[in-house]
């Protein structure tokens, strides 16, 4: 028997624009074995038996979708930190207490945000090391921040 997985992108929820779109839930048949995959949910909080997540209907309504933890087969990929996207001049940190340095890397037409790890000098894509062994990566200090230490 297959699997069924639904994979988790948190990121800015939208709903969606075409209200006449056809809704592929309409043709599921009991028994068919699916993959569920939810784009555009927050993680929110609540029973601590279950993940709560935040969502947008086609009618613009915010919903909230709870899956019991005890899913075996549930597979959650980590899409954008709860602090949001870094941006060059952050500070931001590991979950294993790494400090790291956005910055920008790359060509005028083919720019990428980065994190250099301010111990070794090595630097990654922001998004390998959030969904990466170290992650989730939060955000210590804005640009903002940082300016007013002066």
Known sequence: MEHTTATVEPSTVEPATDTNQHNPAD???????????????AVGYGATD??????????????????PRRIKNLHIARSVPADGVPQPGEVWITQTGTRLFAFQNGTAA????????????TGRRWHEVHTGDGGP????????????WS
Do not use: K, W
């Open 27 to 41: 043709a599921l048949q009991p028994g068919e074995v699916v993959n569920v995959e939810l784009r555009g949910a």
């Open 50 to 67: 279950a993940l709560v997540f935040e969502a947008v209907d086609d009618a613009g309504e915010r919903v909230y979708i709870h899956i």
């Open 110 to 121: 083919n720019r990428t945000t980065c994190l250099m790890d301010a111990t070794t000098g």
């Open 137 to 148: 990566i939060r955000r210590l200090a804005s640009v903002d921040e940082i300016g007013s």
